[in-house]
């Protein structure tokens, strides 16, 4: 085959998905001597879809080397820093193509991405409107454009983004949504996000997953070797929940391992869960496939993969190849995958009761009690004031420490209300930034509330923010994306919850994590209730102050805070899940 025709089949196997063999394609052309930019550009994208960044970036600084005004070579530089978690190099090469390119959909989008993850809100706010402008049928940037604004309390325009995002997501069903930004919406119902994440991950789920992979060796009496697989290992909520439970593993019966996808994260929280690992190893910079072969080589018996579709997930790309005989998505991401990779989910009887089963792309396992885990080694007890705070001593004060794009406006009405109706009350929230407090705060005056009545909580450590949260009366939750780590810090701090729980698994968690810690009667259903249940305990300090007690007294005995029974709990459904493993390959044997 000539170099031309070599070219174009390179082109085209990346094109449409077909990314080692494109890769394949296009190394025999530069073994043969071509040097055409658009081989290095392809071959830069090839890598970079398949995890390969270093030759990723390679290949595009070859490109710019034989074009240096060579628009899509400069692009997939930019998108190598943002993989690489460089948005500030990012920036700089998208600012570049933006320059000379002001309508380049693909620079306007890793413009975007970079101003996000630099946290600077409004000018990432402004390109996502301008990715629309250019590209009013893209799903990615209409959705993104949503939770940007979210992370900032831009609520203006909010209804009309949110209708257009529905309309290409749902109505016509467009691929690329941003399916984390849908959870914290009301108006994507629970079919509406199973429908979007198939949709999104179509072609991971459609892909011919390879399934020859043997049992692992070994007989009666052999440890299950479990391994995790997280982007979060470090400062991270993921890792402040699992900790505990990994290192109350029964190392006689369990021999855990720990992989790590994203940037490394220093610090005593990255030093204690390695160290609760028996095998640890950080894979951020292997492609997937290289990834594959050293999970394979370890010989697991389940891998439980934690990030879903969060920052820095490589469930994509480990969709096309086993890595274990038994695989489970679990913990990082509230809701279905819709790939090929989990044959599991885990959850419970509350966030994924058996009714909701077939919206789940995998088999749903019930945990015995609550599906998150938590640490009861971390800190507890008061270590501040509410002076310290900048709270008022007599106030009645609610909190809600989750983050800004959980907040929407029909929340916020009904929280603006109860500060209106309860004299001397203060809303206590964590500080985001200066343009998302100035935005919140109009939103406040809009809504007859003076601005003294809100207190922001500067960034703290964990241990220095839970000798903090006990000083509220009490947590409000956010909804349709409820308090799921925040759940559990407040309860831990002795401080009840009030939760609306919705038909969502993101609506569902506080509502499990009550059931669990034994404050049913704080679960309400509708607007109404919720705002009655809050203001309720704002006029009986008795009832309320009763709670407190009986949540304090009962702590450690709940299945929420037992660390080392949800462990066993955790290990008997792995030794179930196995057994059935065995069973299944030898009926198959036999046939």
């Known amino acids: 085959m000539d170099q031309d025709l070599l070219r174009q089949l390179g082109a085209a196997q990346v094109e449409c998905g077909q990314i080692h063999a494109g890769a394949e394609t296009l190394q025999q052309l530069l073994a043969a001597g071509c040097r055409l930019p658009e081989v290095y550009i392809n071959l830069g994208i090839a890598w970079l879809r398949s995890g390969k960044a270093k030759e990723a970036k390679q290949a595009f600084m070859d490109a710019l080397l034989l074009e240096p005004d060579s628009i899509r070579a400069r692009t997939g530089l930019g998108q190598v820093y943002l993989y690489d978690d460089c948005p500030t190099e990012a920036r700089l090469e998208f600012a570049a193509v933006l320059a000379v390119s002001p309508d380049d959909k693909r620079a306007m989008a890793g413009f975007a991405d970079a101003h996000r993850a630099l946290k600077l ?142 940037p490394k994260r220093d610090g005593a929280d990255r030093q204690r869960i390695e160290a609760a690992f028996e095998h640890f190893h950080d894979v951020r910079a292997l492609a997937d496939d290289e990834l594959q072969a050293l999970i394979r080589t370890h010989r697991l018996h389940i891998l439980v993969e934690l990030n879903g579709h969060t920052a820095y997930s490589r469930i994509d790309g480990l969709s096309y190849k086993r890595c274990a005989p038994i695989q489970v998505t679990w913990l990082g991401y509230p809701g279905t995958t819709g790939t090929a990779f989990a044959d599991y989910l885990f959850g419970d009887a509350v966030v994924t009761p058996p009714e909701h089963a077939g919206q789940y792309s995998e088999k749903v396992v019930n945990l015995p009690h609550c599906y998150q885990p938590n640490d009861n080694k971390r800190a507890n007890g008061l270590t501040s ?207």
């Open 121 to 262: 809100h409004p000018e990432a706010v402004y390109c996502y409107s301008e990715l629309v402008r250019l590209a009013p049928d893209d799903a990615y940037a209409a959705s993104m454009l949503v939770h940007a604004a979210m992370e900032m309390y831009d609520w203006e325009d909010l209804d009309a983004r949110i209708a257009h995002a529905h309309r290409l997501i749902v109505d016509e069903g467009k691929h690329g949504g941003m399916v984390f930004a849908l959870c914290g919406l009301r108006e994507f119902s629970r079919h509406d996000l199973y429908q979007a994440t198939l949709q999104r991950s179509q072609a991971a789920r459609e892909a011919p997953l390879e399934s020859e992979m043997l049992l692992p060796p070994g007989g009666e009496g052999e440890r299950l070797r479990i391994g995790y697989l997280s982007s979060d290992f470090g400062t991270h909520p993921v890792s402040h929940l699992l900790v505990g439970a990994l290192e109350c593993h029964d190392r006689s019966k369990f021999e855990v391992f720990g992989y790590a996808t994203g």
């Open 385 to 591: 004031s509410r002076e310290a705070e900048g709270l008022a001593s007599d106030a009645f004060v609610m909190c809600s420490f989750n983050q800004p794009f959980k907040l929407g406006p029909a929340t916020f009405d009904i929280w603006c209300a109860l500060l209106k109706k309860i004299d001397g009350s203060q809303l206590w929230l964590l500080e985001p930034p200066e343009a998302a407090k100035d935005n919140l705060l109009e939103e406040a005056h809009q809504r007859g509330v003076d601005a003294s009545r809100i207190v922001f909580a500067p960034k703290r450590t964990l241990a220095e923010h839970m000798g903090r949260i006990g000083l509220a009366d009490l947590a409000l939750d956010t909804f349709p994306y409820g308090s799921h780590t925040t759940g559990s810090d407040a309860l831990w701090a002795g401080v009840p919850l009030v939760t609306m729980m919705g038909e969502t698994f993101a609506s569902r968690v506080a509502a499990s994590l009550l059931v669990n810690v034994g404050l049913s009667e704080l679960i309400t259903h509708t607007p109404e209730e919720y705002e009655h249940c809050i203001l309720r305990l704002a006029q009986h300090p008795d009832e309320l102050s009763a709670l407190r007690v009986r949540l304090q007294a009962q702590l450690l005995q709940t299945p929420l805070f037992d660390t080392r029974q949800f462990t066993r709990d955790l290990e008997a459904v792995y030794t179930q899940l196995w057994r059935h493993q065995v069973s299944k390959q030898n009926k198959g044997d036999e046939s």
